[in-house]
Every structure is written in C-alpha cells, then in structure tokens.
C-alpha cells in the first residue's frame, strides 16, 4: 500500500511540474495550422491509394507545409517575435 501510495505520489508530482512549466505557445496561430496540417496528413495516410498519385502528391505538399510552418516558429522564436494581441481581444 505505502508503494503505491508513493507511486501515485512521485507521478502527481511529475504531472504538475509539467503543467506548472508548460508554458504557453507564442505562435498560437502557427501551432494550430500545424495541428491541421498533422490532422490532414494523418487522414490522407489512412486513404486508400487510388487516386492517381494525388493523395501522394497532397502528402508531398503537406510536408512542405509543415517544414516551413517549423521553420517559420523557429524564426519567430530566433528573432524574439511574439504574436501580437488581436484588436478586439480583451486585455
């Protein structure tokens, strides 16, 4: 009982440490275009493959996308360029 009580205990412990240290994306709009995009990717992966080498070719693109979704983040992140509030957005 004491084991798993300590068990439960420490994976408590690591749980909040991960939240309390997450910290929030300064790319909210890039991170959510890439989730679509992992989204569209996974979808495309799962149709079957009689498309004339189309969804190969949506695969290809999505790709492309998202190395340049990545990199895009990475520069903001580089460059110290946070997202800036939207206008209408109370503060």
């Not at 991170?31 to 992966?45: C, N, Q």
């Not at 149709?47 to 996308?65: D, L, P, V, Y």
């Amino acid at each position: 009982m004491k084991k798993t009580t300590a068990v439960l205990g420490l994976l408590l412990t690591v749980l909040l440490a991960a939240f309390v240290s997450a910290e929030p994306t300064d790319q909210p709009k890039m991170e959510a275009a890439k989730a679509d995009l992992l989204a569209a990717r996974a979808e495309l992966m799962q149709a079957e493959h009689n498309k004339g080498g189309h969804r190969t070719n949506a695969i290809a693109f999505i790709n492309q996308a998202l190395t340049n979704v990545n990199r895009g983040i990475s520069f903001a992140q580089r460059h110290n360029h946070r997202s800036q509030p939207e206008l209408n957005s109370p503060r």
